[in-house]
């Protein structure tokens, strides 16, 4: 659906199953994301992608490399409110697709569709203090952190601080 040099935003897939699966089940990739790591049968993840692609209240896309389709991770708006035009940012890249340069692509094309289709002026996050990797990745995508919500997240046992960021499009 939104195409860019290396990626392709789009629906998902039947055949798409087997990748988003194993990026739901990979323990260490959902505690960053501040999910709680369970295990995920293919029906809870078949749910779980009807569920957020049916959410009136946000997009879901499939990231999928541009040259061959193959299924990279997921990237999506949630809670987004159109009257004061904005969303929260979740993005979900396997180990292997990171460090590429294929996160940047898929926010410059994620936020150029919201601006035009839905009128959004500000994307919102919230990330783990202790993930330097996608803080460094935000701030260079312009992000400002608006602040630090303390003890927030309970990630491996114990309760983490949790920063928030946002960017005016």
């Known amino acids: 659906?939104?195409?860019?040099?290396?990626?392709?935003?789009?629906?998902?897939?039947?055949?798409?199953?087997?990748?988003?699966?194993?990026?739901?089940?990979?323990?260490?990739?959902q505690q960053q994301l501040m999910a709680q790591p369970r295990p995920n049968s293919r029906a809870r993840v078949l749910q779980w992608l009807t569920d957020r692609s049916a959410r009136a209240d946000g997009v879901f896309f499939v990231i999928a490399?541009?040259?061959?389709?193959?299924?990279?991770?997921?990237?999506?708006?949630?809670?987004m409110d159109l009257f004061h035009g904005r969303a929260q940012l979740g993005i979900c890249l396997s180990a292997a697709a990171q460090?590429?340069?294929?996160?940047?692509?898929?926010?410059?094309?994620?936020?150029?569709?919201?601006?035009?289709?839905?009128?959004?002026?500000?994307?919102?996050?919230?990330?783990?203090?202790?993930?330097a990797q996608a803080i460094r990745f935000y701030d260079k995508q312009g992000f400002a952190t608006v602040g630090v919500?303390?003890?927030?997240?309970?990630?491996?046992?114990?309760?983490?601080?949790?920063?928030?960021?946002e960017k005016l499009l």
């Open 65 to 79: 490399a541009a040259s061959d389709d193959g299924v990279l991770g997921y990237v999506q708006l949630a809670d």
């Open 1 to 29: 659906m939104l195409r860019g040099v290396d990626v392709t935003l789009r629906a998902w897939r039947d055949a798409d199953m087997a990748v988003l699966e194993q990026l739901r089940n990979d323990v260490a990739l």
């Open 149 to 165: 919500l303390r003890q927030h997240a309970f990630v491996q046992g114990a309760h983490v601080d949790v920063l928030v960021m």
């Open 99 to 131: 460090g590429r340069g294929l996160a940047g692509q898929v926010m410059a094309l994620l936020e150029g569709y919201v601006r035009e289709v839905f009128g959004l002026r500000k994307i919102g996050l919230e990330v783990l203090c202790s993930n």
